[in-house]
């Protein structure tokens, strides 16, 4: 099952040369999706397009997010060695991988459990030790392991979650896709020293719903 080929490498350069293409410029972010094996997060009938720019289905009605949102959200972040990142919606573990490539330490959550207790199995084959995968509702937080310097929703936001804002560090930055059911802009929210909040907008995406409450 943990096979990684040549060909895979060679599907992957051609990915990384396309989102290049489309705009991504942070050497950190094309370098993680160079190495990552995007190919073994997720289900074996979609193997074959794991290298297309596209998100495809995954477990739970849920979707591995297409690479170039991965990489958008990521350039976004802009994630650092030691800086700690909370990201919600685990979904397959990629994106929760190309952080953990930044050096930074990853706390993840996903309302979904049999996703959070798949997606733990992978991380582990795949010697993801070092992120720590959560059960639980995003729209909480982690209040135990508060405040992060950095927060990543990988779901479609209603809003702006207050509880989140709340285990942002000051100076540290939110990004967020906030909008309706079918559409949201992608949002980065920075808590200024002074306490105040910068709101920016960017482009528009879609994501599966950020949704309250955990599922068994
Ligand atoms: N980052 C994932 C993207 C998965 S799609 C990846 O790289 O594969 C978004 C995920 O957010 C889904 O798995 C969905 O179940 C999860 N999600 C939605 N609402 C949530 C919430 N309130 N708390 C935690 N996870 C949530």
Redesign the pocket.
Known sequence: MLQDSFRHQGLRRQLVAQLREKGIQNEMVLEAIGKIPRHL?MDNAFLEFAYQDKAFP?A?G????QPFT?AYQTQLLDPAKGEKVL??????????AVLAESGAKVFS????KP?HEETRKRLDLLNYFSIKTHY????KGLPAFAPFDKILV??GAPEIPQLLLGQLKVGGIMVIPVGSLTEQVMTTVIKKPGGEIEIIHFDTFR??????DKVR
Do not use: A, N, W
């Open positions: 997060f995954i739970c849920q979707t591995i997010s991965v990201e919600i919606g685990t979904g397959s573990g990629y994106q929760s959550i996903e309302r979904h996703l639980g509702d995003g729209f990988t779901c994501f599966v719903p950020m949704l309250g």
